[in-house]
């Protein structure tokens, strides 16, 4: 890269952020997605309505929250609903545009691992933290944006376990396995985004940013990475978006840019 | 009637060895205080249920309190892991965890049916994921439409423990903000304990509060700041710095059992 004046996470808050539309109503992870949200909301979409499974719908947190029950999110919201709530009557029946999420590990047919990698389940290499709301927010939201930063450990051909569903094994699964909501749409990492291929479900690089180079997107890809025709190369970040972000993340107090359930 | 008593009667009362113990408070509200004196008290082969088990069960699994785990999220929100916990599931250190694992719309649930009486409880969730064929989770049809659907089984602790902004003299709690799944935990347990920020002579009326009424709880006991590093809406505010700090002492053996002769 040579224009170096804002850092790869920078363009992938940014990037995330551009995929919410105003109005839409956004079923949000802590870290990485949270981040974008806010800064979507701080932009072009102010009235983008934002709900964590704490229970806060509608929440306007004027700086970033370091969990998702952080009090600026109760103190802002429309209203603010007990657990066994916001999953029953709120996600389950598919009430939310777009499901937010983060993912430890990914794979190509957008399958999330956040529970054990490597050795087995009752003695894992490493022990991730679990499913918390994510298996139910990529089955019930309208559809599911990934945000998660790009390495050939994190993107990987087949999950060690499926702790949410993207498309299972390829086309057909999600409607086997009763989903209702239409699965991932998009992954946005440090590197571009990547999107399903219409017939295959399985992801391929659609976007990359400025001064990325394809070859490096592939290094990256634990999987045989497939370009789109019509690749886009992404706009860089705007001065005010990029403004936006500083301001928020210089009022969240404790900035955290990891991703979690 | 629920008993005032003091925190070290209340978990002495109420909290035994092999017990099914449920901790909630969903980053809000967690009960610090109470799980810090079930350290003190030194309780063993307690299976600990909570669907964020956060630094409080981080702290019960290094202490060597538990047996078993029912969760649904098991991080340090924000921060990253939970070394305890993992060093127990990895290493078996200080003992080996047995882990029963959902999602939180999964534990949600199980605690409504544990509520409600019920045996079980019904969602749309889990199908095509790694967690679906585990005991507490089994397929079920819809006696109406024929839809395949999920049953999870209701939890029934033996006692539930969680922390609330108030109560009066008679024993009745209020709790508002973001209020997670007390109630439901309150209402499917054996036995309760409810720490509080405050007792009052009477409690004013809140439409947004939830309401435990003294004859649905076992135990109160006054701990003011009884949550932190949590918080209490309108009481306390999150102490995002420790669950930063907590890290660095978590991920070392030898700083971590420092932590605990400080708590003794």
Same mark, same amino acid.
């Given at each position: 890269?040579?224009?170096?004046?804002?850092?790869?996470?920078?363009?992938?808050?940014?990037?995330? @952020?551009?995929?919410?539309?105003?109005?839409?109503?956004?079923?949000?992870?802590?870290?990485?997605?949270?981040?974008?949200?806010?800064?979507?909301? @701080?932009?072009? @979409?102010?009235?983008?309505?934002?709900?964590?499974?704490?229970?806060?719908?509608?929440?306007?947190?004027?700086?970033?929250?370091?969990?998702?029950?952080?009090?600026?999110?109760?103190?802002?919201?429309?209203?603010?609903?007990?657990?066994?709530?916001?999953?029953?009557?709120?996600?389950?029946?598919?009430?939310?545009?777009?499901?937010?999420?983060?993912?430890?590990?990914?794979?190509?047919?957008?399958?999330?691992?956040?529970?054990?990698?490597?050795?087995?389940?009752?003695?894992?290499?490493?022990?991730?933290?679990?499913?918390?709301?994510?298996?139910?927010?990529?089955?019930?939201?309208?559809?599911?944006?990934?945000?998660?930063?790009?390495?050939?450990?994190?993107?990987?051909?087949?999950?060690?376990?499926?702790?949410?569903?993207?498309?299972?094994?390829?086309?057909?699964?999600?409607?086997?396995?009763?989903?209702?909501?239409?699965?991932?749409?998009?992954?946005?990492?440090?590197?571009?985004?990547?999107?399903?291929?219409?017939?295959?479900?399985?992801?391929?690089?659609?976007?990359?940013?400025?001064?990325?180079?394809?070859?490096?997107?592939?290094?990256?890809?634990?999987?045989?990475?497939?370009?789109?025709?019509?690749?886009?190369?992404?706009?860089?970040?705007?001065?005010?978006?990029?403004?936006?972000?500083?301001?928020?993340?210089?009022?969240?107090?404790?900035?955290?840019?990891?991703?979690?359930? | 009637?629920?008993?005032?008593?003091?925190?070290?009667?209340?978990?002495?009362?109420?909290?035994?060895?092999?017990?099914?113990?449920?901790?909630?408070?969903?980053?809000?509200?967690?009960?610090?205080?109470?799980?810090?004196?079930?350290?003190?008290?030194?309780?063993?082969?307690?299976?600990?249920?909570?669907?964020?088990?956060?630094?409080?069960?981080?702290?019960?699994?290094?202490?060597?309190?538990?047996?078993?785990?029912?969760?649904?999220?098991?991080?340090?929100?924000?921060?990253?892991?939970?070394?305890?916990?993992?060093?127990?599931?990895?290493?078996?250190?200080?003992?080996?965890?047995?882990?029963?694992?959902?999602?939180?719309?999964?534990?949600?649930?199980?605690?409504?049916?544990?509520?409600?009486?019920?045996?079980?409880?019904?969602?749309?969730?889990?199908?095509?994921?790694?967690?679906?064929?585990?005991?507490?989770?089994?397929?079920?049809?819809?006696?109406?439409?024929?839809?395949?659907?999920?049953?999870?089984?209701?939890?029934?602790?033996?006692?539930?423990?969680?922390?609330?902004?108030?109560?009066?003299?008679?024993?009745?709690?209020?709790?508002?903000?973001?209020?997670?799944?007390?109630?439901?935990?309150?209402?499917?347990?054996?036995?309760?304990?409810?720490?509080?920020?405050?007792?009052?002579?009477?409690?004013?009326?809140?439409?947004?509060?939830?309401?435990?009424?003294?004859?649905?709880?076992?135990?109160?006991?006054?701990?003011?700041?009884?949550?932190?590093?949590?918080?209490?809406?309108?009481?306390?505010?999150?102490?995002?710095?420790?669950?930063?700090?907590?890290?660095?002492?978590?991920?070392?053996?030898?700083?971590?059992?420092?932590?605990?002769?400080?708590?003794?």
């Amino acid at each position: 890269m040579t224009d170096c004046d804002y850092t790869s996470d920078e363009m992938m808050a940014v990037s995330a @952020a551009r995929a919410l539309r105003d109005g839409m109503t956004c079923f949000v992870g802590i870290g990485l997605p949270s981040t974008a949200a806010n800064l979507a909301r @701080a932009t072009h @979409a102010p009235g983008l309505v934002l709900i964590y499974e704490s229970g806060t719908i509608g929440a306007k947190p004027g700086s970033l929250p370091l969990s998702i029950g952080d009090g600026i999110l109760a103190q802002t919201a429309d209203a603010v609903v007990g657990v066994p709530e916001i999953f029953n009557y709120w996600l389950q029946p598919g009430r939310i545009d777009v499901g937010f999420l983060g993912a430890a590990q990914i794979d190509k047919f957008g399958n999330i691992n956040t529970t054990v990698i490597g050795g087995d389940y009752r003695k894992p290499k490493v022990r991730l933290p679990g499913a918390g709301g994510a298996p139910e927010i990529a089955a019930s939201c309208r559809e599911v944006i990934v945000v998660v930063r790009q390495s050939n450990r994190s993107f990987v051909e087949r999950v060690d376990f499926i702790t949410s569903v993207g498309y299972g094994s390829g086309p057909g699964d999600r409607e086997r396995l009763g989903l209702t909501g239409a699965g991932p749409k998009k992954i946005i990492t440090d590197l571009g985004v990547l999107e399903p291929g219409p017939a295959t479900l399985e992801f391929r690089l659609t976007g990359v940013y400025p001064g990325v180079e394809i070859p490096t997107v592939r290094e990256r890809t634990g999987w045989d990475l497939t370009v789109a025709p019509d690749l886009e190369t992404i706009a860089p970040p705007s001065t005010a978006e990029l403004a936006a972000l500083r301001e928020l993340q210089a009022r969240g107090g404790v900035q955290s840019t990891r991703s979690d359930g | 009637m629920a008993r005032i008593v003091s925190l070290a009667e209340a978990v002495r009362l109420a909290v035994h060895d092999g017990d099914t113990v449920a901790m909630e408070g969903f980053t809000h509200l967690i009960p610090f205080a109470a799980g810090h004196e079930v350290i003190r008290q030194g309780r063993r082969d307690l299976t600990l249920i909570r669907m964020t088990p956060d630094l409080i069960y981080d702290q019960l699994i290094g202490a060597g309190c538990a047996r078993k785990l029912i969760f649904s999220w098991g991080g340090n929100p924000g921060v990253g892991s939970l070394h305890r916990f993992r060093d127990a599931v990895e290493h078996g250190w200080p003992a080996p965890l047995e882990l029963e694992e959902h999602s939180h719309a999964g534990m949600a649930n199980r605690y409504v049916a544990g509520a409600s009486g019920l045996p079980f409880a019904v969602l749309r969730g889990y199908n095509g994921t790694g967690l679906a064929s585990t005991g507490s989770i089994r397929p079920i049809t819809c006696p109406f439409t024929g839809e395949a659907l999920t049953a999870v089984s209701a939890l029934r602790p033996d006692v539930a423990i969680v922390h609330a902004q108030r109560a009066d003299r008679a024993g009745n709690v209020q709790l508002w903000g973001i209020v997670g799944v007390q109630k439901e935990a309150v209402l499917s347990s054996e036995r309760s304990v409810v720490t509080v920020e405050e007792i009052v002579d009477s409690l004013d009326q809140r439409p947004d509060a939830v309401v435990l009424p003294s004859w649905t709880v076992s135990y109160v006991a006054e701990v003011p700041d009884g949550a932190h590093p949590s918080y209490a809406l309108g009481y306390s505010v999150r102490d995002n710095d420790y669950y930063a700090k907590w890290d660095a002492i978590s991920r070392d053996r030898e700083a971590f059992t420092q932590w605990l002769e400080d708590l003794q």
